[in-house]
């Protein structure tokens, strides 16, 4: 692989955006400059100055490990898919060229679960039979165990984690584990425990933890509740990309869709994703802004593909609402669940497959799929009243009330603007 400079990955990046950084563009019009615009500048000005000598023989394990791993953090700052893609064939080289790879073997099982490559997180694992023992690599395969549906297991396997490990993202994941089965106050009380073993030096996690904060409110319809939590981590690491995106969902959750829209606009200048461009066609839609609600129907279809065709597994789940919900192609919807599905089975994948068989009218197949949902124990008022549509639709209506009753319970604001993560 060539890793010059002018062919790096960020470097690729950096072109796209007509020469210009991520770093200049999230601070350029004179403004002072943010904590975000300053870490992505000390990240890129690694990048750059290791770019041409990283891998030249003979090559020193110190600036390779301090490369890929610069590499890999700007990927996952500027939240680029592509570039973690391409971070990932980076650490695949070091590993070949240093003498002791654990480390880069953990690393590049971390890149495989970040992107759904659930497979390859074991098998990087593998590679390094000590490493697989490791109190960290015990965390990502409690991660495995959440997402492939076995919850007993990975609630076993975070608070044994913790036990052994009380670190602030050790006690996050737990905390993400209740907050998705139904648990807001104990998973809010363990952010808090996150927090505290957070020093003055990682004010961007602080920050993440927030944003969590926050969205467990949302998902309760506490409005402004999670509208404080966003303005404390804006406080705590100015210029987040990541903070504004949550408080334009926020923003569309109120109802307030103009500033809503105003403020993905931004947001995805910045970071063209396509799921964000999936949340502006949504909300253009419902402004009744039709045209412009297309333009950003075809970007986001355009961006899901593009990344299918690179290989990537990461978007299918998005996919599967994109159909069900932007789209309304029911058939499709169903093709891209049973995909993510035969990635990972757990509540999630199995509700939308539920949603994407009602929207093609198979509603006793839909009932199935989301009763195994349900049988999870997750509390979602979302999929609570996906539950009673499809409850509806199979003719069993008092069932039906039921759940939609159970959704109003959890968040009375629950029809409104919803985006998946």
């Not at 590499?71 to 695949?92: K, N, P, R």
């Not at 590993?95 to 890149?111: E, G, H, K, S, Y």
């Not at 905390?175 to 073993?197: I, K, T, V």
């Not at 404390?232 to 103009?258: K, V």
């Amino acid at each position: 692989m060539d890793t010059n400079a002018e062919t790096s990955p960020i470097a690729r990046r950096d072109a796209r955006a007509s020469g210009r950084s991520r770093a200049q563009a999230a601070d350029a019009g004179g403004a002072k400059q943010t904590d975000y615009g300053i870490e992505l500048a000390r990240i890129e000005k690694t990048v750059a100055e290791l770019a041409e000598r990283a891998f030249r023989p003979p090559t020193d394990t110190g600036t390779v490990i301090t490369y890929v791993h610069a590499v890999y953090q700007h990927a996952v700052l500027t939240g680029d898919l592509a570039e973690l893609e391409s971070a990932d064939g980076l650490i695949a080289q070091a590993i070949r060229q240093v003498q002791c790879p654990n480390d880069l073997c953990f690393l590049r099982a971390n890149v495989a679960f970040k992107l759904h490559r659930l497979a390859d997180v074991r098998r990087n694992l593998a590679t390094v039979p000590q490493l697989a023992a490791s109190v960290e690599a015990r965390a990502l395969l409690a991660e495995l165990d959440f997402q492939e549906g076995r919850y007993a297991q990975a609630r076993a396997g975070y608070e044994s984690v913790v036990a052994d490990n009380r670190t602030w993202d050790n006690l996050a994941r737990l905390a993400n584990f209740h907050a998705r089965m139904g648990d807001p106050a104990r998973a809010d009380a363990l952010y808090l425990a996150a927090q505290d073993e957070l020093t003055v030096k990682e004010m961007r996690s602080y920050a993440w933890v927030e944003l969590q904060r926050g969205l467990i409110d949302l998902a309760h319809g506490r409005h402004d509740e999670a509208e404080a939590h966003y303005a404390r981590a804006e406080r705590a690491y100015s210029g987040y990309w990541l903070t504004a995106e949550h408080r334009a969902e926020l923003l569309a959750a109120r109802g307030e869709l103009g500033e809503a829209a105003d403020l993905y606009e931004r947001v995805v200048v910045e970071v063209p994703r396509p799921d964000l461009q999936q949340a502006l066609a949504q909300l253009y839609g419902l402004m009744g802004r039709r045209a412009r609600a297309k333009s950003w129907q075809v970007q986001a279809r355009a961006g899901y593909l593009e990344a299918v065709r690179r290989g990537g597994v990461h978007y299918h789940h998005h996919l599967t609402g994109f159909y069900a919900d932007v789209q309304e192609d029911g058939a499709e919807a169903v093709a891209w669940a049973r995909r993510d599905l035969a990635l990972r089975e757990n509540f999630s994948t199995q509700a939308a497959l539920a949603w994407a068989l009602y929207r093609d009218g198979r509603f006793a197949e839909a009932l199935e799929w989301m009763t195994a949902a349900l049988a999870s124990g997750a509390q979602d008022a979302h999929m609570l009243s996906q539950a009673a549509a499809v409850w509806h639709a199979a003719g069993r209506l008092d069932e039906g009330v039921r759940y939609l009753a159970m959704a109003a319970t959890i968040n009375p604001h629950h029809g409104g603007f919803h985006v998946h993560r």
